[in-house]
């Protein structure tokens, strides 16, 4: 899969990996994005860290403007358990319900672009969240199926989150791999630890993840994992 790069923009100009390194910010008010490399016709799981720059909700026609006509986007709907699907068509019009539906900061979210469409960049924006905006974050399950993604833009390890304490024992964590067109699954067996590959499992910035729990509905907070402000 290509890198995935996250920056903040103004007082701090830093790579995700430098950032996570640091655990610091400098200032406040920081713009930062995420830029995630596209190809025709393969599916990508995003979620958008960044708090909204303007008043007013996240809107699907807002948050991905600048994704070629032919683009699908299809956001989990957990009350129903099946997707809601926005496809902005070939003139590069969204459809009617995409313009209004709204997204939640750290949605996991699906994307695929047309197959006859170059590749392209797809950017997050917005502002970093900070004390002020969003000193932690509240995630929530339903049994079944829900789809999040960390809400901080820094990578962290999966195990170093309060949702990885917080999901119930036998619970999976999937991560999308658009290369080989399928998920890496990480398990939380039914003594409550997490087992072989998710010990080393990193989330990076933007990525979505797709958590399968049959157990009764859950949440928990993520906290703001920097420092700055």
């Known amino acids: 899969m290509k890198k995935i790069t996250a920056l903040l923009l103004g007082s701090l100009i830093a790579s995700s990996a430098a950032f996570a390194q640091t655990n610091a910010v400098l200032s406040r008010n920081a713009v930062g994005y995420i830029k995630i490399p596209l190809e025709s016709n393969k599916l990508y799981l995003v979620s958008n860290p960044f708090v909204n720059l303007s008043a007013g909700p996240q809107l699907v026609s807002n948050v991905f403007a600048s994704v070629p006509g ?25 459809s ?27 950017f997050f924006m917005g502002e970093v969240p900070d004390r002020f905006t969003a000193p932690s974050n509240l995630l929530q399950r339903v049994p079944g199926i829900a789809m999040v993604g960390y809400p901080y833009p820094v990578t962290m390890r999966l195990t170093n989150t309060v949702m990885a304490q917080s999901l119930p024992n036998g619970s999976t964590v999937s991560i999308w791999v658009p290369g080989a067109n399928t998920y890496t699954n990480y398990l939380k067996n039914l003594r409550g630890a997490w087992v072989g590959d998710a010990l080393t499992a990193d989330l990076t910035p933007g990525q979505g993840l797709v958590i399968r729990a049959t157990n009764a509905a859950n949440s928990w907070f993520e906290t703001k994992p920097y420092t700055w402000p």
Request: no cysteine; charged share 15%; aromatic share 10%.
């Open 70 to 94: 032919g683009t699908t986007i299809s956001v989990w709907n957990e009350a129903n358990q099946t997707y809601d699907n926005y496809l902005r068509n070939s003139r590069g019009v969204w």
């Open 96 to 122: 009617g319900a995409a313009t209004t539906a709204q997204l939640s900061r750290a949605d996991g979210i699906f994307i695929r672009m047309p197959a006859t469409n170059a590749p392209v960049d797809l």
